[in-house]
């Protein structure tokens, strides 16, 4: 891959990144022997891919079902009033939404796309009320039946 990224990262960064992104919770003394360095040394790369922005965050991904979240939903949402405070208020509102997994500003029929979850109808129900209270005027929910992959490997 030759891009910017292959530029300013080179193929230990790259490897380092890809266990990271598979098996954060590896110590940093069985990533130096993944990949041939010494402990301090994948330490202080790890420090700079961070500082760079290369590495965003480290989290533990939980099982939505095992916590009683039984509905997926995709929603579609527009507005008629199309003026930056507006979409400033919605975007910090929805950010600001627990139940809010994913937010994406889109082109085309819809303003934005929602990725949610919650525990039943009536929550889901109450969290559209919520968003009709914020100047939205169309949505469209989409219930996710069953998941057919879910990652958050990026292909580097």
Do not use: W
Not at 66 to 81: V, Y
């Amino acid at each position: 891959m030759e891009s910017i990224v292959s530029k300013t990262l080179d193929n230990i960064d790259i490897q380092i990144l890809n266990l990271l992104q598979t098996q954060a919770q590896l110590s940093n003394i069985e990533l130096a022997k993944r990949v041939n360095l010494s402990p301090p040394a994948i330490h202080s790369r790890i420090k700079r891919l961070e500082k760079d922005g290369f590495i965003k965050r480290q989290v533990a991904i939980l099982d939505q079902e095992k916590l009683g979240f039984d509905l997926s939903c995709f929603i579609f949402i527009s507005m008629n009033i199309h003026q930056g405070d507006k979409f400033e208020f919605l975007e910090n509102s929805i950010k600001e939404m627990p139940e809010v997994l994913e937010c994406h500003c889109l082109t085309g029929e819809y303003d934005y796309l929602l990725k949610i979850v919650s525990k039943n109808r009536n929550d889901l129900e109450a969290f559209t009320r919520k968003l009709y209270k914020l100047g939205i005027t169309r949505i469209q929910t989409s219930l996710v039946l069953r998941e057919i992959k879910n990652s958050t490997v990026l292909p580097i």
